[in-house]
């Protein structure tokens, strides 16, 4: 157990791994370790953050597909009664085609009935002109009574 | 449980004597340099403390300088990862202490912790394989365990009782380290009548604060050589039970490994405090 002088080989080895540790050991680990600490604590951050964001969209997605189902609801409302309007249109107009279409028939026999009647009486006359032309052919001249006659076809 | 390379026959004590003798090499009165027949002479080299210190140190640098050197801020590899726990352990420990900036503290610290473990470690090493390996190559004597050698831990605390005085220098000023040493426990005065009591004062003081600045040191390196060379010295004495020893080896061993952290740390946790001390004013 003598002191000699391994006592200061070992101070002199100690300065010199002290010192080495001091220059290329401590510091690059050290400076490892502290920015990773930082970038974990910024990771952690952005990720807080993005998960705000995140909620953020979601609220933001949701309030979208209701503002579009409400419209959707809308349209279909507005086509529901625009058809019904078109349906309703279509039946008025429908109706009043009809009732044109009734009355011009209406009017169209009527007119026809009028031409016919007409000639009918044309006709009638022209029998009952004849018809008398023989009978007074033989009792008087025709053509003295011819006023007679046209005035009586009118009548008729 | 044999010991190679002795004189004489084998008993216990000389096998005890041969584990405890350190690999020497000296220059004796002639100016010849010769080997272990150095006993008393103050010029001589515990070769083998010598070797083992050193090499563990480069053990030490190797290992760390390597992830050093690669350490990255991104993913770490295992043993990256497992270098950053003692590198942050020790920062942390300094930082709880050590309130001052200083860029030497913090290795200083990691240095120690690391390197006196390593050194504790070579404990546990089953005491016959490296001397025995050693005697089979000629080497008569082989002391493993450098922490068991008073001169090994008697050169780190050297080095940090050298720090502590640079610091209070440092911090203090000379008159700081001066005043340190002669004004405290009892400060005494300057005026009136009782200055005829000042230099006798001041002579107690300085006994006391030397004593007390002295015994930093000592107690630094005494407390880790007592621990390891008592550890030591049952390794070697459970080593002479025969098959008994196994079992019995295991519990020490087991028990040891505390041992071998708990005063790598206590090294380094006292040079902390001493130099926190050195640097902050009471």
Redesign the interface.
């Known amino acids: 157990?003598?002191?000699?002088?391994?006592?200061?080989?070992?101070?002199i080895?100690?300065?010199?791994?002290?010192w080495?540790?001091?220059k290329?050991?401590?510091?690059?680990?050290?400076?490892?370790?502290e920015?990773?600490q930082q970038?974990i604590e910024e990771g952690l951050a952005a990720a807080d953050k993005s998960q705000e964001k995140l909620v953020e969209a979601q609220a933001q997605a949701d309030e979208i597909v209701n503002e579009a189902r409400q419209q959707a609801t809308g349209i279909l409302d507005q086509a529901h009664a625009r058809a019904n309007e078109i349906v309703a249109d279509g039946k008025d107009a429908g109706v009043k085609e009809r009732e044109r279409q009734l009355s011009a028939a209406k009017a169209e026999i009527e007119q026809e009935a009028n031409k016919a009647r007409e000639e009918l009486r044309g006709q009638v006359s022209a029998i009952a002109i004849a018809s008398a032309e023989k009978i007074l052919k033989r009792e008087i001249d025709g053509k003295a009574h011819d006023d007679i006659l046209g005035k009586l076809a009118q009548e008729l | 449980m044999a010991a190679e390379g002795g004189h004489g026959e084998l008993t216990s004590s000389s096998y005890i004597q041969h584990h405890l003798q350190n690999l020497?090499v000296?220059r004796d009165e002639t100016g010849e340099w010769v080997w272990n027949t150095?006993?008393?002479?103050?010029?001589?080299?515990?070769v083998d403390?010598?070797f083992w210190?050193?090499f563990l140190?480069l053990v030490?640098?190797t290992l760390?300088?390597r992830?050093?050197?690669k350490?990255?801020?991104?993913k770490?590899t295992k043993f990256q990862a497992f270098?950053?726990i003692i590198?942050?352990f020790v920062?942390s420990s300094v930082k709880d202490t050590f309130h001052g900036k200083s860029?030497?503290i913090?290795?200083?610290g990691?240095?120690i912790f690391v390197?006196v473990f390593l050194m504790n470690l070579m404990d546990l090493i089953p005491v016959d394989w490296i001397p025995m390996a050693a005697g089979a190559a000629g080497i008569p004597y082989m002391k493993v365990v450098?922490s068991t050698?008073?001169?090994?831990t008697?050169?780190?605390s050297?080095?940090v009782f050298f720090l502590i005085i640079f610091y209070t220098i440092k911090n203090k000023g000379i008159t700081g380290f001066i005043g340190e040493l002669t004004l405290h426990p009892i400060a005494p005065s300057f005026k009136g009548p009782a200055v005829i009591a000042a230099p006798l004062i001041i002579a107690f003081n300085f006994i006391l604060e030397s004593v007390a600045l002295l015994a930093k040191p000592v107690s630094l390196s005494l407390r880790l050589f007592g621990n390891m060379f008592a550890g030591e010295l049952i390794f070697i004495l459970i080593a002479l039970l025969g098959i008994w020893q196994l079992p019995l080896h295991f519990g020490w061993a087991v028990f040891h490994v505390l041992i071998v952290t708990l005063q790598a740390f206590i090294f380094m946790m006292l040079t902390i405090v001493y130099l926190s001390l050195a640097s902050e004013s009471h």
């Not at chain 1, 000699?4 to 070992?10: A, D, H, K, P, S």
């Not at chain 2, 150095?38 to 515990?46: D, E, S, V």
């Not at chain 2, 350490?71 to 991104?74: A, L, N």
């Open positions: 157990m003598d002191i000699n002088m391994t006592l200061i080989g070992q101070t080895a100690m300065i010199v791994f002290v080495f540790c001091m290329f050991i401590w510091p690059p680990i050290l400076n490892a370790l920015e990773r970038q | 020497q000296c150095c006993a008393g002479n103050p010029i001589a080299i515990n403390s010598m210190s050193v140190g030490f640098c760390f300088w992830v050093a050197k350490s990255s801020t991104g770490p270098v950053e590198v942050e920062d860029r030497l913090a290795p200083l990691l240095t390197w450098p050698d008073v001169n090994i008697f050169g780190m050297i080095a």
